[in-house]
C-alpha cells in the first residue's frame, strides 16, 4: 500500500464508503506480510516510495516467485536483483510478463513509473567494459524507480578524452554514479568535473592488488573531490537507488545548468 492508497482509503472512511472495521482490516498486513521463510516488509512503499526489492541469492526459485506473487497480488511492482538466467526462467513460467536484463541480472514483474521529465537524468558511467554488469544494475535499478538513465560506458582514466566527449550528458544529470574497478580513479576525475552529487562504485574488477575491490574502495574513500559519495564493493543497486532518490528530490528544466557552473542552479524542491 502506498501513500495514495492509504489517502483514498481514508477518504472511504471519511465518506462511509468503508467501514473503520473494513478499514482497520486492510490496514494490519501494512507492517509485514509473514511468509513463513520471509517477512515481506510490505509498509516499505508507504515509507520509501519504492517496495521491498528481493535480493535473489541465497533465496530459492520458489521462495522468490512467492515473494513475487505476494507483491503482485498487492499491485506492487516486483523486482529481483542478483538474479541468474536460471531463476529468470522459473519467474516466467508462472509470470509471463516477466522481464530480464542479463547484464544487471534482474528481473522486473509489473510495470515501472513513466519517467517524469521534470527530473534530471542519472548518469552511470564506467572505466571499462568489464563494469557493465555493476553498472547495469545501477541503471536498471533507477530506471525501474522511474527516471531516466544515460549510459557513459568504458570511459575510464587510461583514455580521459572519452570522458570529456560526454561533458554535455554528465553536466545536464541530476547525479552520477561512477562504477569503476583497477585503482577508482575515475570517480575523483568526474567529482571534479560535475557540480550533481557522484556515487562512487567500486567493483571487484581489476588485477592481483586491486584486492578484489578494496583497492578503488579506498581510493574512492580518500577522494579529494568534493561531492563524491561512495557504496560497498559491486553495490551497483544501493547506488542505482540513491541516485534516484537525488534526482527526486529536485525537479529543474532540462537545459539548466548544461555548463555546471553556479548560472545552472535553477533547481526548485519537488513537490
Same mark, same amino acid.
Given at each position: ?7 483514498? =482509503?481514508? %477518504? ?5 464508503? @468503508? ?25 516499505? %512503499? ?6 521491498? @526489492?528481493?535480493?535473489? %541469492? ?5 521462495? #522468490? ?21 536460471? =531463476?529468470?526462467?522459473? #519467474? ?32 552511470? #558511467? ?31 582514466? $587510461?583514455?580521459?578524452?572519452?570522458? =570529456? ?23 575523483? @576525475? ?52 540513491? $541516485? ?28
Amino acid at each position: 500500500m502506498n501513500a495514495d492508497e492509504v489517502a483514498k =482509503l481514508l %477518504e472511504a472512511v471519511r465518506t462511509g464508503e @468503508v467501514s473503520v472495521a473494513e478499514a482497520v482490516d486492510r490496514l494490519r498486513a501494512l507492517p509485514f506480510a509473514d511468509l513463513g521463510f520471509a517477512k515481506l516488509d510490505t509498509h516499505r %512503499e508507504l515509507r520509501k516510495g519504492f517496495p521491498e @526489492v528481493i535480493y535473489s %541469492e541465497g533465496k530459492t526459485p520458489a521462495q #522468490v516467485i512467492a515473494i513475487i506473487r505476494r507483491l503482485r497480488e498487492d499491485g506492487r511492482l516486483a523486482v529481483a536483483s542478483r538474479a541468474s538466467p536460471e =531463476l529468470y526462467r522459473a #519467474v516466467a513460467a508462472d509470470f509471463p510478463d516477466a522481464r530480464y536484463n542479463e547484464a544487471a541480472r534482474m528481473i522486473v514483474v509489473g510495470e515501472p513509473p513513466q519517467p517524469d521529465p521534470a527530473f534530471a537524468p542519472v548518469a552511470v #558511467v564506467t572505466g571499462g567494459t568489464a563494469d557493465l554488469p555493476v553498472a547495469e544494475e545501477a541503471a536498471m535499478t533507477a530506471e525501474t524507480m522511474g527516471r531516466r538513465v544515460e549510459r557513459i560506458y568504458d570511459v575510464g582514466v $587510461a583514455g580521459i578524452h572519452r570522458l =570529456l566527449h560526454h561533458q554535455e550528458a554528465l553536466f545536464r544529470a541530476g547525479a552520477v554514479v561512477v562504477v569503476a574497478g583497477m585503482e577508482g580513479a575515475l570517480a575523483s @576525475v568526474v567529482g571534479g568535473l560535475v557540480r550533481a552529487p557522484v556515487i562512487a562504485v567500486p567493483t571487484s574488477v581489476g588485477y592481483g592488488a586491486s584486492f578484489r575491490g578494496l583497492a578503488p574502495l579506498l581510493a574512492m574513500l580518500n577522494t579529494c573531490a568534493p561531492g563524491v559519495a561512495v557504496v560497498n564493493i559491486d553495490n551497483g543497486f544501493g547506488a542505482g537507488y540513491f $541516485a534516484a532518490l537525488v534526482v527526486g528530490r529536485v525537479a529543474r528544466p532540462a537545459e539548466a545548468g548544461r555548463r555546471g557552473g553556479p548560472e545552472g542552479l535553477a533547481a526548485e524542491a519537488s513537490p
